[in-house]
């Protein structure tokens, strides 16, 4: 990875992988074209210290039982991953029964290293990762439901 501006970035991945690199990487500054270069496939990685340090600022705000939370790039809302902590009062609980914020939704579960639907009948259990995708006004209700 070379650093400079955007473009020349990207250029420089492309005359590289023309030239025979099995694998390219850049740096891109401006979250509108990490879109764009991700869709076009005109290198394999990219980063961007916007998105990073996002990520990084919502996962420390996010507290310990948040693995990780995303801004999703064009969707209004985040996609947290929620570690179920031993003692929490949901253990046991249909995920029907559980009263998430209507702004927010249950996408899977993990669990063991399988991944369930999070369907209305399925128990929850201690250790088991939620994957929500919540609206901005959810995250911290959600948050709050899963911290001692």
């Known amino acids: 990875a070379v650093t400079g501006d955007d473009e020349s970035n990207v250029m420089n991945c492309l005359m590289a992988r023309k030239k025979g690199a099995g694998f390219t990487i850049t740096q891109i500054a401006r979250t ?7 869709s076009l496939a005109l290198v394999d990685r990219i980063i961007s210290p ?15 039982n948040v693995r990780a939370a995303s801004l999703l790039h064009n969707l209004p809302g985040e996609l947290l991953d ?5 003692g929490n009062k949901f253990i046991g609980q249909a995920v029907k029964n559980i009263k998430f ?6 996408a899977v579960v993990l669990r063991g290293g399988e991944v369930f639907p999070a369907t209305g009948e399925f128990s929850i259990a201690a250790e088991d990762r939620l994957l929500v995708f919540a609206d901005p006004s959810a995250v911290k209700k959600i948050q709050n439901m899963f911290v001692k």
Request: net charge positive.
């Open 50 to 64: 916007y998105v990073s340090t996002t990520r990084g600022i919502l996962h420390y705000l996010r507290r310990r």
């Open 32 to 38: 509108d074209y990490v879109p764009v270069v991700e």
């Open 82 to 86: 929620i570690v179920v902590e031993p």
């Open 101 to 106: 914020p209507r702004e927010s939704v249950v």
